[in-house]
C-alpha cells in the first residue's frame, strides 16, 4: 500500500498537530447505499444503534470482518486519530496526516453485544506491534479503539486488560493499542476514505487482506 514520499519523516513517529498535512475543507464522496448490508454508510444512527470504530492495519480487511458480524447495521472505512481535516488515502500513506486506517462501525447492542465486537478486533490483528501489521509499516496502521459512549471506553479498556493476561500467560508481547474517546482522538473526527475503498473486498474479493491473524483466542466477559 503506497503513499506520497516521506520527505524524512520516520514513519512510525507520531506526527504533531503541527507537523501535520494541511488537508482541505471539502468532504471526500462516498456512495451512499453500503454495497453488502444494503444500509446508509454515511446516513443518521438508528434509534437503538451505535457507533464504535476500530484501527487494526489495512481497512479493506477490517471492514470485511465487521459487516460480516450479525447486528452490524452499517461499515464504512475512513481516517480517524489525526490531524488533517479531510485526507486523501495518499496523505494518510504518508503517516503525516497523524490518521490511522479505521472502520466505523454502527451495531445494534440488542442484537450484538460489545464484547463480541470487541473480541473481532483481538482476534484478527496482531495488537503487540506498534505501527504495523505485518508488512504494513507507519502510524496508519496503528491499533486503535474510539468509543462514542462511556460504557464502551470502560469495555474497552476491561477488554485490553483481559486480553493482556491471556497473551502474557501465553508468552506474548506488550499490547499497544490506542484506546480512546472518540472526541478526543486527534480533532475527533471520522473522515470517509475514498469511494473506491468503500466495500473493497466485496468488489475486489482477492485483494489484499492480511487479517486473521490471531495469537490467542479472546476469552471476554461473555464467556
Known sequence: MKGL???????????????ALAGRDTPITVPGIH????????????????VIYFGMGCFWGSERI???????????????GGWTSHPTYDETCTSRTGHTETVKVVYEP?????????????????????NRQGGDVGT???????TTTDAQLASAKASRDRYQEQLTDKGFGTISTQI????????GTFYYAEDYHQGYLHRNPGGYCNHGFC???????DA
Open 5 to 19: 514520499p516521506m520527505f524524512g519523516l520516520n514513519k512510525t513517529t507520531m506526527v504533531t498537530k503541527d507537523e
Open 35 to 50: 454495497a453488502v448490508l444494503g444500509t446508509p454508510i454515511s446516513g443518521p444512527v438508528p434509534d437503538g444503534h451505535e
Open 66 to 80: 465487521f459487516w460480516q458480524t450479525d447486528g452490524v447495521y452499517t461499515t464504512a472505512v475512513g481516517y480517524m
Open 110 to 130: 440488542a442484537k450484538v453485544s460489545i464484547e463480541t465486537l470487541l473480541g473481532e478486533f483481538w482476534e484478527n490483528h496482531d495488537p503487540t506491534t506498534p
Open 140 to 146: 496508519q496502521y496503528r491499533s486503535a479503539i474510539f
Open 180 to 187: 480512546d474517546s472518540a472526541a478526543d482522538a486527534g480533532d
Open 215 to 221: 495469537q490467542v483466542s479472546y476469552a471476554g466477559a
